[in-house]
Nanobody
Framework: QVQLVESGGGSVQAGDSLRLSCAAS????????MGWFRQAPGKEREFVAA????????NYADSVKGRFTISRDNAKNTVYLQMNSLKPEDTAVYYCAADRIASRTSASSTAYHYWGQGTQVTVSS
């Protein structure tokens, strides 16, 4: 079992940057691949980015490629999502998730076993 707590959300202007953090507790953090998903009002949850256990392999949704960067610090049990050049369409609740298959970087929410409570990101034009 692993518990996930997101932080770093907020309200920003278009073009600004934010860095989200997800702190994990419980079993060994490096045993999990990690992902970020988001859900906007009235929409389904969608994949944003994922990273394997070592940080050596990443995967991004096309909509954020080149603007967002996922990273992890296994010594701090934390995964990050650096979000640059934010757009109003990035407005959503952002969730981090843990996948027990540490080697993969799945874009499917069904691959993930544990979820955080989410943090709100609002981007105004």
């Amino acid at each position: 079992q692993v518990q996930l707590v997101e932080s770093g959300g907020g309200s920003v202007q278009a073009g600004d940057s934010l860095r989200l953090s997800c702190a994990a507790s419980g079993r060994t953090f490096s045993s999990y691949a990690m992902g970020w998903f988001r859900q906007a009002p009235g929409k389904e949850r969608e994949f944003v980015a994922a990273i394997n256990w070592s940080g050596g392999i990443t995967n991004y949704a096309d909509s954020v490629k080149g603007r967002f960067t996922i990273s992890r610090d296994n010594a701090k049990n934390t995964v990050y999502l650096q979000m640059n050049s934010l757009k109003p369409e990035d407005t959503a609740v952002y969730y981090c998730a843990a996948d027990r298959i540490a080697s993969r970087t799945s874009a499917s929410s069904t691959a993930y076993h544990y979820w955080g409570q989410g943090t709100q990101v609002t981007v105004s034009s």
